[in-house]
């Protein structure tokens, strides 16, 4: 099993009401995961966010706490609901209506990687899936909602940054002929996860560090952003996916040249993404 369910890195004091996250850039695969599935070490870590968590992991130098996954997406996917189980992985697992996750292998408990690679060669006890949905994806979410809840409590607002990278190849397949393509994608599922100012605010920040940025295409938000994003309770949640390519060699998964110079761009962005959920402490609680 991993160490941990999470990591939480807190600021000194929380000057915001924005929460940082990542649910996929763990990468602690232990060898008793590892010796079940079919896939080297290399291979297995296809479908990470592969150093998001270091390229945000300055989130509590301006206020707001950053939460990041202790188990990887490969073991146990905190970006689905804990129901998204695979009938062609879990055994008793019955097959309900139609979930197009589910059905390409990537439910809760994973069943491929990139370009639908498979993790094992038979079948999981339900015992197992369960064990991995109540040891990480529980604490995971329930630690999530508590940092929402409290920046709610102190500000009159919440707002979930959920921190992603996608593949090159996914996004040069949702460009159109002739467009710029886009190196950072903010989904809000079409508006319904955030308000529109502050997706727009988001944006901007984004835009004005030098970026392509694009909405909710190819990526418009999963579970998270779907569970969370509750703007009429003043609850909003906001995909970001960074183009890997940026600042990391896909095939090697290790970070390229441009590695240390986009990270330092985007702490003037999360900078300014943070400064949106600064708030008077005094008339929040009024």
């Known amino acids: 099993m991993p160490k941990v369910a999470y990591h939480l890195y807190q600021p000194d004091v929380h000057t915001?009401?924005?929460?940082?996250?990542?649910?996929?850039?763990?990468?602690?695969?232990?060898?008793?995961?590892?010796?079940?599935?079919v896939l080297d070490e290399h291979a297995i870590r296809s479908s990470e966010?592969?150093?998001?968590d270091r390229l945000f992991d300055c989130a509590p130098q301006f206020g707001a706490p950053f939460l990041k996954a202790g188990a990887p997406r490969a073991f146990v996917d905190l970006n689905r609901a804990a129901d998204e189980?695979?009938?062609?992985?879990?055994e008793g697992v019955r097959r309900s209506g139609h979930n197009p996750r589910v059905a390409s292998g990537l439910?809760?408990?994973?069943?491929?990687?990139?370009?639908?690679?498979?993790i094992y060669r038979g079948k999981l006890p339900m015992a197992e899936a369960e064990r991995r949905i109540s040891q990480f994806w529980r604490p995971y979410h329930e630690r999530l909602q508590a940092l929402l809840d409290r920046a709610h409590?102190?500000?009159?607002?919440?707002?979930?940054?959920d921190c992603h990278s996608m593949p090159r190849e996914a996004v040069d397949g949702a460009t159109r002929s002739g467009a710029r393509r886009p190196e950072i994608?903010?989904?809000?599922?079409?508006?319904?996860s955030a308000d529109g100012d502050i997706v727009a605010r988001v944006e901007a920040a984004f835009a004005a560090a030098g970026l392509v940025v694009a909405r909710n295409a190819p990526f418009a938000g999963a579970y998270i952003t779907q569970?969370?994003?509750?703007?009429?309770?003043?609850?909003?949640?906001?995909?970001?996916?960074?183009?890997?390519?940026?600042?990391?060699d896909e095939k090697t998964i290790r970070p390229n040249a441009n590695f240390h110079a986009f990270r330092k761009l985007?702490?003037?962005?999360?900078?300014?993404?943070a400064a949106l959920g600064h708030r008077d402490q005094s008339l929040a609680a009024e």
């Open 227 to 248: 569970q969370y994003g509750r703007p009429s309770r003043r609850q909003h949640a906001v995909q970001i996916e960074i183009d890997r390519a940026i600042y990391m």
């Open 153 to 161: 409590h102190t500000f009159g607002e919440a707002i979930l940054i």
């Open 266 to 273: 985007l702490r003037g962005v999360i900078a300014e993404i």
């Open 185 to 192: 994608v903010i989904g809000d599922r079409f508006g319904a």
């Open 85 to 90: 189980l695979d009938p062609a992985l879990i």
């Open 49 to 52: 966010d592969a150093y998001v």
């Open 107 to 118: 439910g809760v408990v994973p069943r491929v990687v990139a370009n639908g690679r498979a």
């Open 16 to 37: 915001s009401c924005v929460v940082f996250a990542s649910p996929h850039s763990a990468r602690d695969y232990p060898w008793s995961f590892l010796r079940h599935t």
